[in-house]
């Protein structure tokens, strides 16, 4: 019972915090009134789901990691489902080099796409305080607390997945 009051706490305290963060995702990355399709399965549109969900939650490394998810099991079937076998084992960077190649994406895009895989990088392997590419270091660079680069961080992950998505014709599927 002790650890179902020390939700019920957690929850009150984190309402606030929750509730100015609610809208955001819904700017930054808007999923039609009918719904989304993805491609790469239920798994990616759980990541898409949780990417949101973390985001609300200030889960800010957690939506950039499943943001990435996103995009990476994206641009893998839709490059399978174009008979590229291999694309079911190629690193994020060859995906974006062949997605590039088939114009699953806009030349503009190319260089954010890159940025984005770079800003994940840093989360998701060790890099030493001072390294080029180290989110510490960008955070004494942008003279930005580190919680709030998380955060513009996160933005950037979700504005960039929204943008992808909301220029290409992905079908919709209606939900009743």
């Given at each position: ?56 939650n ?16 994206h ?41 984005f ?59 009743y």
């Open positions: 019972m002790d650890e179902e009051r020390g939700l019920q706490e957690d929850d009150r305290k984190s309402r606030p915090f929750r509730a100015e963060r609610v809208r955001e995702p819904n700017e930054l990355l808007p999923i039609p009134e009918g719904g989304l399709i993805t491609f790469g399965g239920l798994e990616t549109m759980t990541a898409l789901v949780e990417a949101r969900l973390a985001y609300i200030g889960l800010y490394p957690c939506t950039i990691l499943s943001t990435l998810a996103v995009m990476e099991r641009f893998a079937r839709m490059l399978y489902a174009k008979g590229l076998e291999s694309a079911k084992r190629m690193s994020f960077e060859d995906l974006l080099k062949r997605a590039k190649k088939d114009g699953f994406f806009n030349p503009e895009d190319e260089s954010d796409l890159e940025r895989r770079h800003l994940r990088n840093a989360y998701a392997h060790f890099r030493e305080p001072l390294h080029n590419l180290s989110s510490v270091r960008r955070s004494i660079k942008d003279d930005l607390p580190f919680e709030d680069l998380l955060h513009r961080d996160a933005q950037t992950a979700l504005r960039l997945l929204g943008r992808h998505f909301a220029q290409r014709p992905y079908p919709e599927l209606r939900l």
